[in-house]
């Protein structure tokens, strides 16, 4: 199975500043990675597919890149309301797999 | 408006049963592959079993494989997860969720709030 790991495990970051995500794959997944946001007591939310690919309706300051098995999430100027958790999954290859989640949390 | 609505969680016994459903709509129901997903309390989420558009098509993960059931029944719009055995370890929300496409890309842009399921003597 394809082992997504995530880091850092936590970030603090304040308000307006840049966050970086990293999610590492044991086995190359081409681009078929996707990244998720999640808040307490909500489902998943989809906020980049095939690595770099904005989902409808999220805001042009995430964007996500990489190939293989590095890939990034960058969120370019933080918002109060993406303080959350984020975890990215592939499908490259059965089964479908999720990293552990990096939680952006306010300094 | 896309909605999918998950019910049919709750409290079992160990080695019990018990049936999710997962109520969609806004979307041509019967066109898309469906999955759930699941979260163990303070945990990531784990990808728990995949159906493909017309229920010809299932996947399973290791750790529910002879053991968990899904299908769908594309005229009520419904997904189902049929649970057996169940331990401890499934303790978990549970989310149904659809694929992003029509053709599959099995990355997932709309999921229910998601149901919970415990298993405690």
């Known amino acids: 199975e394809v082992v997504l790991t995530q880091s850092p495990a936590t970030l603090s970051l304040s308000p307006g500043e840049s966050a970086t995500l990293s999610c590492r794959a044991s086995?190359?997944?081409?681009?078929?990675l996707a990244w998720y946001q999640q808040k307490p007591g909500q489902a998943p939310r989809l906020l980049i597919y095939?690595?770099?690919n904005r989902a409808t309706g999220i805001p042009a300051r995430f964007s996500g890149s990489g190939s293989g098995t590095d890939f990034t999430l960058t969120i370019s100027s933080l918002e109060p309301e993406d303080f959350a958790l984020y975890y990215c999954?592939?499908?490259?290859?059965?089964?479908?797999?999720f990293g552990g989640g990096t939680k952006v949390e306010i300094k | 408006e896309v909605q999918l609505v998950e019910s049919g969680g709750g409290l079992v016994q160990p080695g019990g049963s018990l049936r999710l459903s997962c109520a969609a709509s806004?979307?041509?129901?019967?066109?898309?592959?469906m999955i759930w997903v699941r979260q163990a309390p303070g945990k990531g989420l784990e990808w728990v079993s995949l159906?493909?558009?017309?229920?010809?098509?299932?996947f399973y993960a290791d750790s529910v494989r002879g053991r968990f059931t899904i299908s769908r029944d594309n005229s009520k719009n419904t997904l189902y997860l049929q649970m057996n055995s169940l331990t401890a370890e499934d303790t978990a929300s549970y989310y149904c969720?659809?694929?992003?496409?029509?053709?599959?890309?099995?990355?997932?842009?709309?999921w229910g709030p998601g149901a919970r399921v415990t298993v405690s003597s």
């Open positions: 969720a659809k694929d992003r496409l029509a053709v599959p890309t099995y990355h997932f842009d709309y």
């Open positions: 806004g979307f041509i129901f019967s066109t898309y592959a």
């Open positions: 159906i493909s558009d017309s229920g010809d098509g299932t």
């Open positions: 086995q190359n997944v081409i681009t078929y």
């Open positions: 095939d690595a770099s």
């Open positions: 999954q592939q499908r490259n290859k059965w089964p479908l797999t």
